[in-house]
């Protein structure tokens, strides 16, 4: 890997690379410009990215940076399952802890792979979802469902019972079919265009209250985490911001082989691809150390005692080496009305976040603004998605996962095969028992300091999306600081005065909690209703430029082809069957004329700006 130009001075984040086989390493705003075929960027100036969606890095980085992916997703994943168990009647069953933890992340896997190759097709990782969490945990809790009390007591518990087993997989069944249940829900609005269609109402003042929503309510629970140890939290936001920021556009000379040129060392922009993984690396390894020599406390009840990695020793010891997750190994799902209207909430939200995620991984990875098409598909397979999660019996659903959306900000990496790698990682880790019991022993507060890194600039993304509308509009000021405001009030207001929303109907009442303690579908339905019935020009709200901001003529119809449409072929080589068209989750494609012209009048803007260029060029070359 070698230089093919001087940094650039320009303020930008990454200058440019390219590797042995003559690939590019790193899209410029000029790369960007040069079109689909060359780097897939959208041509925008402000932020450079190592690789971009279409990209395709050398395997090795693939796999790294797929380990830094899953890493991100890692901590969200394994603490939903933990948190079950209490309701489950497993918190003092550590090794069906350990088979949960690698059953949501051999699901996780499975969901990414569908969700990048047949789904939206952005570099976006999926798992468990924290909206499916607490209309589960509002069903486990109904009189019927608590735990019986000789559960509760670690020294009456025989997790090899007959009877302890049967009381909470009855209770994983009941979960299960209420998942596979309002999953279908989700897959009829993803593949029937109904998400679509509403897309036409949805403007950058929706997106914007609901992305900076989805992690500003997280503020607790980093803070939980962190918490546990501000040293250690703090050690790692440190080493993220470190890297990401101040020794992004520092070289490291790596050793490499080259055919011409043998063994050599090469400079890397090491850093800058991969802070997030060195920062959580580093502090785990410190962690480690601190735990091996007792400097951190043994008293589990002393302050900074979950900053030590063997706080978990037990499940790494029990767990398998090999176990292979498969559908209904905890029994036949049941349903009940119950449960279903309850996670039906939970699914609205988790559509209404995945919708508002779609946009902010495509603005971090630089492309397009996925088509109605592809957000319909997206939808649609995560639908698939939950219903997998279902019929495996992680206690949870899938969907995007705004952790890694952030990840894409941080490490300038917005390649979908590095998405692939993380998947896979995913599985290996759901097959191999041990390593996800030993990914699972990372202390809180190193996730914690995670957390305040990710959750800031997803965040931020959320508020950029404001820079397409008029922010001099006392009616845009208005619509978006009163819908975040109101999606962190309302949600507040809720959780602490549950009684006051009874209506005695249990359903009904799950279904209004869910919601109204949901901050991103508080403030995405206040700014979506007020966006939409406020007086405003289409300048005024943003859609014009929001709509445009990727559109550039024929080459950027390319782009948006390239990187949303279906692989191998599908629907435009195997598939190309004339009713395809009027399915919502396949594109629109143009008739036979209509593209022949685009094709020649796009090769004539090319021609032109070639002969501009060699003008210009023989211009300097004789002072001119």
Excluded at 125 to 149: D, N, R, V, Y
Excluded at 277 to 288: I, N, T
Excluded at 399 to 422: C, D, F, H, P
Excluded at 612 to 622: H, K, L, P, Q, V
Aim: proline fraction near 6%; glycine fraction near 12%; charged fraction near 10%.
């Amino acid at each position: 890997m070698t230089p093919s130009s001087d940094k650039d001075v320009n303020g930008l984040d990454n200058p440019s690379f390219v590797v042995e086989d003559g690939s590019h390493y790193c899209s410029s705003p000029d790369c960007a410009a040069q079109g689909p075929e060359e780097g897939g960027g959208t041509g925008h100036s402000g932020t450079k990215l190592a690789y971009t969606v279409t990209d395709v890095p050398p395997w090795y980085l693939c796999i790294l940076l797929g380990i830094q992916h899953f890493l991100t997703a890692m901590g969200g994943l394994v603490a939903i399952p933990l948190i079950l168990s209490k309701e489950l009647c497993l918190q003092h069953d550590l090794l069906t802890q350990s088979h949960l933890i690698s059953t949501i992340f051999f699901v996780s896997g499975i969901c990414t792979l569908l969700q990048v190759l047949f789904g939206v097709r952005l570099p976006i990782i999926q798992g468990g979802t924290f909206a499916f969490l607490t209309p589960t945990l509002a069903m486990l809790s109904l009189p019927s469902w608590k735990c019986p009390a000789w559960t509760q007591n670690a020294t009456l518990v025989n997790a090899s019972s007959p009877e302890f087993i049967e009381v909470w997989q009855t209770r994983m069944r009941e979960v299960q079919g209420a998942i596979i249940v309002a999953s279908c829900f989700q897959i009829f609005v993803g593949f029937s265009g109904l998400i679509g269609f509403l897309m036409r109402f949805i403007g950058p003042l929706t997106i914007a209250p609901t992305i900076t929503l989805v992690a500003l309510p997280l503020f607790e629970s980093a803070g939980n985490e962190a918490g546990q140890h501000w040293g250690i939290a703090f050690m790692t936001i440190f080493f993220i911001v470190l890297f990401s920021q101040y020794l992004k556009d520092v070289p490291v000379l790596l050793p490499s082989y080259q055919k011409g040129k043998k063994c050599h060392f090469s400079p890397v922009y090491l850093f800058q691809i991969f802070p997030v993984l060195l920062g959580l690396s580093l502090s785990w390894l410190l962690c480690y150390v601190l735990t091996v020599t007792n400097v951190l406390p043994v008293d589990p009840t002393a302050y900074g005692h979950l900053a030590r990695t063997d706080t978990r020793g037990d499940v790494l010891s029990q767990a398998p080496w090999f176990r292979l997750p498969y559908p209904g190994q905890w029994g036949m799902p049941t349903v009940s009305l119950a449960g279903i209207f309850g996670i039906l909430a939970g699914v609205i939200s988790s559509m209404l976040e995945s919708v508002g995620d779609y946009y902010a991984c495509a603005r971090l990875s630089r492309a397009p603004p996925p088509p109605k098409h592809a957000i319909s598909r997206g939808i649609g397979v995560e639908g698939i998605g939950c219903l997998l999660a279902g019929a495996w019996g992680t206690g949870n659903g899938t969907t995007s996962y705004s952790e890694n959306v952030g990840a894409l900000g941080i490490t300038k990496v917005g390649s979908r095969m590095v998405i692939i790698a993380g998947a896979c990682a995913m599985l290996l880790s759901g097959i191999f028992g041990k390593v996800g019991a030993m990914l699972a022993s990372i202390p809180s507060p190193v996730i914690g300091g995670m957390f305040l890194v990710m959750f800031g600039v997803i965040t931020a993304v959320g508020i950029s999306n404001l820079q397409y509308t008029d922010m001099n509009s006392s009616r845009n000021i208005f619509i978006f600081g009163f819908s975040v405001f109101s999606g962190l009030t309302i949600p507040n207001w809720a959780s602490k005065n549950s009684a006051l929303l009874e209506t005695g109907i249990i359903q009904l009442d799950q279904v209004i909690q869910v919601l109204l303690t949901t901050g991103m579908f508080v403030g995405g339905l206040l700014g979506f209703i007020l966006d939409n019935t406020i007086p405003g020009t289409q300048e005024e709200r943003g859609l014009l430029a929001w709509k445009h901001s990727h559109k550039g003529g024929m080459e950027s119809s390319l782009l948006i082809s390239k990187v949303y449409d279906l692989p191998f072929g599908i629907g435009t080589k195997y598939c190309a069957v004339s009713w395809f068209r009027y399915l919502p989750a396949c594109p629109k494609r143009l008739s036979g004329n209509k593209r022949m012209d685009e094709l020649k009048a796009a090769g004539q803007k090319s021609t032109v700006k070639a002969s501009s260029e060699r003008d210009s060029e023989i211009g300097a070359d004789t002072g001119i």
